[in-house]
């Protein structure tokens, strides 16, 4: 007997030895992969006419595409992705039959490592691509324990159904030098399996709460079909105080839900345009929503703060100015005020997630319309395009610089983030 459990003494010991040493191999001190570039308004550009060329809503079922995707775009995606899942920043490089992903996952109080650097080497083939080699840290994995691990990981991270459904529309992923072509080709139920796949069930909970709260309280409204977005707010974050104070709630995903659906309905859609379960929940009576007499105002502001709620606040940061260039090239002109309305929804969004329930308590106090939106009177707006650039040199100029650099200042001295 002494002898058996000296024997399984021996055994734990290099079993404990062994992970010990795979977790100093896989955990490192410093990540391998930063965000090096942010999106800038010509990613966003190129984004947005991928989308519209290749919208499964109106596609031909069956009918075979191809749709090319630079190396740049494909990170932006993947940044995208990765930041909002994972707080995880994205690399990917492209080459002649092969594409190699590293990402920086932070393991924050960890004695062996605060991150974790991990790096797949994948093959083309005739269809879909296999895993060549998986490396974590300075750890390297069989490519058959990679293949068996994928899922797994795809599955804690939450992206497994829309593995699944990329796995059922593409034919063959084709690779070159900092490009990518995908061959695809729709399914009768992709652009409904697409949009669900965005909104995992607990997020379906949530949407649905926050939809019939303000359907109940537009109801309530006297016949008017104008309201400002201050008293707006207050109810639907007094919910989210509310549900927050169950034990083992999610203070942030209750305020991105509640961004969400207000960010909808200011826009004049329901939640059915995200969710297609949703068209069938009660919808609120539009309601012309303003801030500062103006109904522009709230639509830059909340779609702002749901982008960065969504922890992608450098491309909700690019989206607003690539809105505000497309005005200077032909529609309104570039409008600093404009900017201003989306710097205060990027910060607002940044604070739902990042101080939760300091801002629930802030907005279901009750705010004021200069509570939210900073001084914009003497900010110039409706700027052509030639006088934008005249005047203040173009996207990221010293002079631009400097006029954004005013905005946050204001923005960082409004009422409701102190």
Known sequence: MRKLLLAGAFVLLVATTAALVALTAALQGTPTVTLNQPPAVADVARALSLLRTHDPRRARPGAVRAVQVSERDLEVLFNHATLRRLDAYTAVSLERGAAVVRSSLPVPQNPFGRWLNVELRM????????????????????????????????????????????????????????????????RDD????????????????????????????????????????APLLGPMFDLARQRSAVAGADAAAENRAALVVLTLFVNGRGAGALLPAARAWPRARPLRVT????????????????????????????????????????????????????????????????????????????????????????????????????????????????????????????????
């Open 123 to 186: 093959l083309e083939t005739g269809g879909l691509p296999v895993i060549d080699t998986l490396r974590v840290g300075r750890l390297r994995l069989p490519a058959a324990m990679a293949e068996r691990a994928l899922p797994w990981l795809a599955r804690r991270a939450g992206v497994h159904a829309e593995l699944d459904l990329a796995a059922e529309v593409v034919r063959r992923l084709q690779f070159m030098p900092q490009r990518l072509t995908v061959v695809y080709a729709w």
């Open 190 to 229: 992709s652009a409904e399996r697409m949009l669900g796949t965005l909104v995992p069930a607990g997020d379906q909970v949530r949407l649905r709460a926050y939809n019939d709260h303000l359907a109940l309280w537009v109801a309530r409204q006297g016949p008017g079909w104008e309201v400002s977005l």
């Open 291 to 418: 801030l500062a007499g103006r109904d522009d105002f709230p639509r830059h502001l909340l779609i702002s703060a749901a982008l960065a709620a969504e922890g992608t606040g450098p491309l909700s940061r690019a989206i607003g100015v690539y809105k505000e260039v497309a005005d200077s090239q032909g529609g309104s002109g570039f409008s600093f005020n404009d900017m201003a309305a989306n710097r205060a929804g990027t910060r607002l969004g940044e604070w739902a997630v990042t101080q939760p329930q300091r801002l629930q308590a802030a907005l279901a106090r009750g705010v004021k319309e200069s509570d939210l939106m900073p001084p914009w009177n003497d900010l110039p707006e409706f700027l052509p395009e030639a006088e934008f650039r005249q005047r203040y040199g173009g996207v990221g100029a010293p002079p631009y610089e400097s006029m954004l650099a005013e905005i946050d200042r204001r923005v960082e001295a409004l009422p409701v983030f102190h």
